[in-house]
T-cell receptor, first 114, second 116 residues
Framework: DVKVTQSSRYLVKRTGEKVFLECVQD?????MFWYRQDPGLGLRLIYF???????EKGDIPEGYSVSREKKERFSLILESASTNQTSMYLC?????????????FGEGSRLTVL | AQSVTQPDIHITVSEGASLELRCNYS??????LFWYVQSPGQGLQLLLK??????LVQGIKGFEAEFKRSQSSFNLRKPSVHWSDAAEYFC??????????????FGKGTHLIIQP
């Protein structure tokens, strides 16, 4: 089975802190994604990557950056956390040339910024 | 740009009753369509998907969905719900041209409540 692991399930940070959210997948998938989930807004795409060192902006990239130094690992970075970034963050992956684009999700990282 | 609308934010159903969750999409070509379920505190699990062929798709946990191109809909159904079906349900659409590299567009979700 595909396994997408998000290292931190729950984090509490202070405004202005730098925050790293880590995601690792074990199925050799080329594509990786970071979504943000908020009540009433569903899932919104922050950034995605289709190859090592490649990154593309999603729908809401402001205030975020990403890093993909290895194929299996995709990190989301909040350079200076703000309270409006309190949210659930979901990492997902999919294989290259996926016929359907099905995504495989991690269990999520719930971030609270005080 | 593609989009997904789930008109119902909350739905309450009695245990044992039938269920239909609505999903409408906007996409220029033949869409790839998905239903995911999210239990409290968990990630998203795929229930079923449609990308070609038979418009009635069977999924896990006794769910099915029907693709209706004329109505731009992909409604999720289950003949008899169980208390364990209480969760958040997301409909999503993918691009048939992107090969999966650009992700999926999700609806805002429907929260399903099961009454005993």
């Amino acid at each position: 089975d595909v396994k997408v692991t998000q290292s931190s399930r729950y984090l509490v940070k202070r405004t202005g802190e730098k925050v790293f959210l880590e995601c690792v997948q074990d199925m050799d998938h080329e594509n990786m994604f970071w979504y943000r989930q908020d009540p009433g807004l569903g899932l919104r795409l922050i950034y995605f990557s289709y190859d090592v060192k490649m990154k593309e902006k999603g729908d809401i990239p402001e205030g975020y950056s990403v890093s993909r130094e290895k194929k299996e690992r995709f990190s989301l970075i909040l350079e200076s956390a703000s309270t409006n970034q309190t949210s659930m963050y979901l990492c997902a992956s999919s294989p290259a040339g996926s016929r359907t684009g099905e995504l495989f999700f991690g269990e999520g990282s719930r971030l609270t910024v005080l | 740009a593609q989009s997904v609308t789930q008109p119902d934010i909350h739905i309450t159903v009695s245990e044992g009753a039938s269920l239909e969750l609505r999903c409408n999409y906007s996409y220029g070509a033949t869409p790839y369509l998905f239903w995911y379920v999210q239990s409290p505190g968990q990630g998203l699990q795929l229930l079923l998907k449609y990308f070609s062929g038979d418009t009635l798709v069977q999924g896990i946990k006794g769910f099915e969905a029907e693709f209706k191109r004329s109505q731009s809909s992909f409604n999720l159904r289950k003949p008899s719900v169980h208390w364990s079906d209480a969760a958040e349900y997301f409909c999503a659409v993918g691009s048939s041209s992107g090969g999966g590299a650009d992700g999926l567009t999700f609806g805002k979700g429907t929260h399903l409540i099961i009454q005993p």
